[in-house]
Structures are given as C-alpha cells and as structure tokens.
C-alpha cells in the first residue's frame, strides 16, 4: 500500500481532546467545583472523587490535582465562563460531555445532596445537552 494512502487509513477521522489543555481542565473543574460546592459543603467522598476524575481522566498526580482544586474555588463566581468553554470544547466528544455527567452523579449521590446543586447539575446538562 502507497505510503501516503497508509497515513491516510491510519490518521484518525476525528480530533483527539488535548487533555493536557490546561484551559480545559480548569474548567472541568470550575464546573465540577460549581456543583459539589454549591451546598455551601464539600464533603471527602466529592473531594475524592474530583480527585479520581482528574487522575483517571486527565492522568493528574496529586500535586496537580491540588493545584486544580485549589484555582477551581478562586474561579467559582465565573462559572458560566467556563461551563461556556466547556460546551466549546466537548462539541465533537458526546462521551466526554457523558462522562462528565456521570461524574457529576457520581458525586453528588456520595451524600444526601440539595436542591442548589441539582440545579447546578441540570444547568450544566443543559448547556451540554440542549436537545434533551
């Protein structure tokens, strides 16, 4: 097979999501911050999970992850900024946008959650997902 037609079969058909974009991550956490706050309490079982997020997810080490918490609670009044970028950003990756709301799940049902951080859940699923 022709060199140039292999490069072709072998570049893939769709862009990679840069998860070392530190724009992104920044705002994965902002929104991710948004909603585990926004009951005024932070419990450990979200703060681990925020935590597995980014290491799993983004392959942070403990020290990054610290670093990205620690700026998402500075970045919290801007919120929509950043739940802006990441509609953005995840345009072409449905499955991260999923991931993301299952994440989410995931940590709000850690504890008997409140009403301002399901609307803070519903809010992001509706940016995401506008047609649902």
Known sequence: MPTKLRAWFDTPSHPELDRQDATLQRAF???IYHVISADQVETD???????A????DFGLNDEQVSQLHSEASQFDGDFETYLEVLQEKLADFPGV???LMRALNSMMT??????REYAAFERIRDALFPKV
């Not at 079982?45 to 935590?51: G, I, V």
């Not at 850690?110 to 009403?115: D, I």
Request: hydrophobic residues 40%; aromatic residues 18%.
């Open 29 to 31: 956490a902002v929104v």
């Open 45 to 51: 079982k979200e703060k681990q999970r925020f935590n």
């Open 53 to 56: 997020f980014f290491k799993t």
């Open 97 to 99: 946008e999923l991931r």
């Open 110 to 115: 850690s504890h008997k959650f409140e009403a």
